[in-house]
């Protein structure tokens, strides 16, 4: 069974929620990414996504944007990360998922990326710019490396469309919060929305992103959904503080 799968349903069966974060492939310094999720194990993480550093970050945020043209300067490839990610995966179970672009992906082979992101111990990846209708392309490569393909449902996702994307989905669906870029969020966001989602939800535990912050917000939108995943707040903290105190900070987290 897939690791990520395994964690989720682990989770549920625990009626415990999810707390997956966002943490960005070479940031704050170019070796950091292993220990910091390490960091994150230790205060409570479930999940993992690493972002793969792009020039052109269209959907993400100005924290993530920043982060990713840091993590560029720092020297940061795809080499580096299935390096980082092998490395994680000898000291640790915790599911490992990777979420970018497919420019960098096309340029590096996508069978050879697939190849490298299985062989690493990746266990799923998040690729928002394919959408449903070219999922069957990559979905067979996908399956042969034993990775999740984990689709996105926004709030302008029509009801029917939500349900085929839940069906092709594997490991999770992910569930944007609110329409835009990451680590936005408008003042009153529409719980109603995700509940709808979860309900409708019949194959996949449902997980929340985008504009999650704070204690408050995992605490809201755990209760309508399988659980969160923080991201710009957790780039924040790691320009801010480096990795002191960050499994701290994550733990309070996932005790809200």
Request: include cysteine; proline fraction near 5%; aromatic fraction near 6%.
């Amino acid at each position: 069974m897939n690791r990520i799968t395994a964690r989720l349903a682990g989770l549920q069966e625990k009626k415990e929620k999810a707390l997956a974060l966002f943490i960005t492939a070479g940031f704050p310094n170019l070796h950091d990414t292993p220990s910091i999720i390490l960091e994150a194990e230790n205060g409570g993480a479930d999940l993992v996504e690493i972002g793969m550093p792009f020039s052109d970050p269209l959907a993400d945020g100005p924290v993530i944007q920043h982060s990713s043209a840091r993590a560029l300067r720092n020297g940061v490839t795809l080499k580096h990360i299935f390096r980082q990610a092998g490395e994680l995966r000898r000291h640790s179970e915790i599911p490992i998922i990777l979420m970018g672009y497919m420019n960098p992906i096309l340029s590096y082979g996508l069978e050879r990326f697939l190849a490298h992101a299985g062989e690493s111990g990746v266990d799923g990846l998040i690729l928002p710019e394919v959408p449903l209708e070219e999922t069957p392309r990559f979905a067979s490569q996908i399956r042969r490396h034993e990775l999740a393909q984990i689709l996105m449902v926004t709030p302008t996702t029509p009801l029917s469309r939500q349900r085929m994307i839940d069906q092709a989905s594997t490991g999770f669906l992910y569930c944007v919060s609110a329409t835009g870029v990451t680590g936005k969020r408008s003042k009153h966001p529409d719980f109603g929305y995700v509940g709808r989602v979860k309900q409708r939800a019949k194959k996949n535990p449902v997980l929340v992103g985008f504009g999650i912050r704070n204690r408050e917000d995992v605490r809201r939108f755990s209760s309508v959904s399988d659980g969160v995943i923080v991201g710009s707040a957790c780039i924040e903290f790691l320009e801010k503080n480096g990795k002191r105190n960050f499994g701290r900070w994550v733990r309070s987290l996932k005790q809200a």
